[in-house]
């Protein structure tokens, strides 16, 4: 058997490569014709359009949003008062109104002018962020489902943040292989997806907004 990621010969029985360590297809390709038909033969391909089956898809809880949509306007509204307070210190000390004795005053002045720019990025920052998310969520709500037959070959996380007192974030990928033999990698929405798939599953993914929302394995 020939290993995908180094090109070298294994043995039909082994699972992992001697070569380079990765992980071997347990389907070779002479058996993928028959995966393909099993697959779409299933009652969960036949059922992949359904009303009912759509349903069921993961969305994002209505507690997700009030938490997301409030976290971000309290960053904004913190981020803008902030701001705002930096602009009337430097506007009550010598560029937009009085200059204090000495010229003390309008160096304190220039001071905080330049610091109410960090707070003027972070409103900004907040504002690109509120947008965005909607614009996710709303997708991942409203935009049409895609359900195709496929072979999961391979996935991966990616661990974001961590440094210092900073949470981590982490994301989970999949890859999956179509009856063309094309392969794509999709964000798994929900990391209890994940842990439940395991390399060569074949069944069929339902997709969103370009994340794998669920995956219907069918025993072939």
Known sequence: ?????CGAD???STTVCSHCGSHLPLISSSKKAAVFARIKASDAYAARDSA???ARLPNASALQKVFLHLFLAIFIGTSAM???FLLGMAGAVGIFGFQSRGGMGAAFSVAALWMAVVP???VAVGIFMFRHLSKKMNALENDPVTALPVILVGKRTE???GSGDSSSHTSYFMTCEAEDGSREEYQVW???LYGKLADDDAG???LRAGYGLDFDRVVV
């Open 120 to 122: 003027m990025a972070f």
């Open 10 to 12: 294994n043995s039909p």
């Open 1 to 5: 058997m020939k290993c995908r990621s």
């Open 159 to 161: 661990v974001s943040g």
């Open 82 to 84: 902030m701001a705002l």
């Open 204 to 206: 069929v993914i339902f």
């Open 52 to 54: 009912e089956r759509i």
């Open 190 to 192: 929900d990391g209890k």
